[in-house]
């Protein structure tokens, strides 16, 4: 029989500006289903939906705060109502009233419950409202001394899944005639190769045909521009997973996006594939337009 999954249901709550926005994205980049300024009450159908068979949403977490309204009344007897039927675990963000004005006042926002009154008097009415469901609460995380990295960061280390890959890598290749990708935090240039599109036998075919992979890589320079790009990459891609940027994306070009670049990225990926801690995906931009 195939293997249970784990259905996992979180619960992120806490001081308004104390970082659960900063949460939310982490965890949707480690791979849960966020739902955010949930109302309480529907948290049921939420858990109804990851403990039912085959859910394809095995991790799901539900941001739940005092933009309810008086909805958010009821979110400490939902709690443990819910946590009667399913893993369902409580996430409470605080931060000290000195820490929570600042931010408040870097955005220029009132706080929600801030009404006729002061900041400071908002802040109060929510600690007073959040009382009960900080006591219910599984983990606490004091954002005060944290920046927006360093909560990530945090987050990441909580609840990243055993052996989830650390960075996700895109490898693309691209043609320079069709601009430079944009998104690309890495760029390399292989023109410095003789283009396969002067052999009459490979200008039809790309770089993915094992002749034109063979042609490029039998070059001068080739085997060690990827042998050194390689070894450059390892220290970054390791630094990007300390920095908790999970996501990154190498673009290898040449003329055309259709010969060099092309079997150039299909080598880097292969090799970065074998790395650990890194989920490597080949994109090839170009390729076609020609």
């Keep these: 029989m195939p293997e249970s999954v784990a259905h996992d249901v979180l619960i992120v709550t806490g001081m308004s500006g104390a970082g659960r926005s900063t949460v939310a994205n982490a965890l949707e980049d480690l791979g849960w289903y966020v739902v955010d300024n949930l109302p309480p009450q529907m948290l049921r159908p939420l858990v109804d939906l990851a403990v039912h068979p085959g859910s394809a949403l095995p991790r799901i977490a539900a941001v739940v705060d005092v933009r309810g309204g008086r909805l958010f009344a009821d979110l400490a007897a939902i709690i443990r109502e819910l946590r009667e039927r399913s893993s369902l675990r409580v996430v409470f963000l605080e931060a000290t009233d000195a820490a929570l004005v600042r931010r408040f006042e870097q955005v220029r926002r009132p706080h929600p419950l801030q009404e006729g009154g002061t900041l400071l008097d908002g802040i109060a009415h929510e600690r007073e409202r959040m009382i009960e469901?900080?006591?219910?609460?599984?983990?606490?995380?004091?954002?005060?001394?944290?920046?927006?990295?360093?909560?990530?960061?945090?987050?990441?280390?909580?609840?990243?899944?055993?052996?989830?890959?650390?960075?996700?890598?895109?490898?693309?290749?691209?043609?320079?005639?069709?601009?430079?990708?944009?998104?690309?935090?890495?760029?390399?240039?292989?023109?410095?190769?003789?283009?396969?599109?002067?052999?009459?036998?490979?200008?039809?075919?790309?770089?993915?045909?094992?002749?034109?992979?063979?042609?490029?890589?039998?070059?001068?320079?080739?085997?060690?521009?990827?042998?050194?790009?390689?070894?450059?990459?390892?220290?970054?891609?390791?630094?990007?997973?300390?920095?908790?940027?999970?996501?990154?994306?190498?673009?290898?070009?040449?003329?055309?996006?259709?010969?060099?670049?092309?079997?150039?990225?299909?080598?880097?990926?292969?090799?970065?594939?074998?790395?650990?801690?890194?989920?490597?995906?080949?994109?090839?931009?170009d390729l076609g337009r020609e």
């Design 133 to 285: 469901v900080r006591e219910l609460a599984d983990i606490i995380i004091d954002t005060t001394e944290f920046n927006i990295h360093q909560l990530a960061t945090t987050v990441t280390e909580i609840f990243s899944a055993q052996g989830s890959p650390g960075v996700k890598v895109t490898v693309e290749s691209f043609g320079f005639k069709y601009g430079t990708p944009v998104d690309a935090d890495i760029v390399a240039d292989a023109r410095f190769l003789p283009n396969p599109y002067w052999q009459p036998e490979l200008r039809a075919s790309t770089g993915l045909d094992p002749a034109v992979s063979d042609y490029v890589l039998a070059q001068e320079g080739a085997v060690e521009f990827l042998d050194s790009f390689e070894a450059m990459l390892r220290p970054v891609l390791a630094g990007y997973a300390r920095e908790n940027k999970r996501h990154a994306t190498i673009a290898i070009g040449c003329t055309g996006g259709k010969h060099r670049s092309v079997a150039l990225v299909q080598q880097l990926a292969d090799r970065l594939s074998r790395l650990p801690a890194l989920s490597v995906t080949v994109k090839h931009r």
